[in-house]
């Protein structure tokens, strides 16, 4: 870092400009997370941890010393005093930054990058309040408890985009038998995104992908003369009759989300395709019941 940047003046105008980015973010997505009515986080089980969770009968094998006996004094039956099970978990985010994402089809609707970090940074909301520890799928952001942590992921979150046309996950810092989530549009090349579920899976890792699409890139409104260029600027093709490629490219798209869906369901994941143009809210109160059902 530079000398100037060190001065008073640099380090305002550095904390104004992140000021500027990291509580709109971090607002809607707490306004986001409160607007998903869950009720008590799905994880209440039984097992060991301090706070009373349920009374249930006592079967054949349980301890006495387990058995609540000012309960069982009011009932013809021994109850056990069940505690909620508070081994705390981690999730692990993996956001795809490429430039790809930062497309959006019309300007009443967010780009898929905006939509992607609402919904990681709002299921980190729901997910540290309730306890669990969550951070990203690389080394640079271990899972972590705690409002801290939440302000370390929203200033990643709010990053300046990468270079590359389009994103690869990253599976090399995966703990074991953690739960994952991967928000990208999965528009690039399969294979990386193949040989990181791979490897999550041989780790124990279950998670979810959601895979974030603009309408257009699902409807391919386009006709007549019409030049695609990537957001990155590195591939450009440009046609006459746009409209003759209409049925090969919803093939592709279809192909891709069935082979995005195939490889979930081999590897014990989860797939949802989101659109920009739907609620937020459906999207997230999806990716908070899949992290439950893939303990």
């Not at 530079?2 to 997505?29: C, I, K, Q, Y």
């Not at 609540?68 to 508070?86: G, P």
């Not at 669990?132 to 271990?142: I, K």
């Amino acid at each position: 870092m530079s000398e100037a940047a060190l001065r008073p003046t640099g380090l305002r105008r550095r904390a104004e400009e992140l000021a500027a980015a990291l509580p709109p973010l971090l607002v809607a997505a707490e306004h986001l997370a409160a607007a998903v009515q869950l009720g008590e986080h799905g994880r209440r089980r039984a097992g060991m941890g301090d706070e009373f969770w349920q009374f249930r009968p006592a079967h054949a094998g349980d301890e006495a010393r387990m058995i609540d006996w000012r309960r069982s004094a009011r009932a013809d039956v021994h109850f056990v005093r069940e505690k909620e099970w508070q081994a705390a978990q981690s999730v692990q985010i993996w956001l795809d930054d490429a430039r790809s994402m930062e497309f959006t089809g019309a300007k009443d609707r967010p780009t898929k990058g905006d939509r992607a970090r609402l919904l990681a940074l709002a299921l980190s909301v729901l997910m540290i309040r309730a306890g669990e520890r969550v951070g990203l799928a690389d080394a640079s952001a271990p899972p972590r408890p705690g409002e801290v942590q939440l302000m370390r992921l929203a200033q990643t979150f709010t990053a300046p985009p990468g270079e590359a046309d389009f994103g690869a996950p990253v599976a090399r810092a995966f703990l074991p038998h953690a739960r994952a989530v991967f928000l990208s549009d999965f528009l690039g090349d399969p294979a990386p995104v193949e040989a990181a579920l791979t490897e999550a899976a041989d780790r124990g890792v279950k998670g979810a992908l959601v895979q974030i699409l603009d309408p257009v890139e699902e409807a391919f409104p386009f006709d007549g003369r019409t030049i695609f260029e990537s957001m990155a600027g590195s591939l450009t093709y440009e046609t006459r009759k746009a409209g003759d490629l209409r049925d090969r490219y919803l093939q592709r798209i279809a192909e891709r989300k069935d082979r995005l869906d195939r490889l979930a369901r081999a590897t014990g994941w989860l797939f949802l395709c989101h659109h920009t143009g739907d609620s937020p809210q459906s999207a997230l109160l999806w990716l908070y019941r899949a992290l439950e059902r893939v303990r």
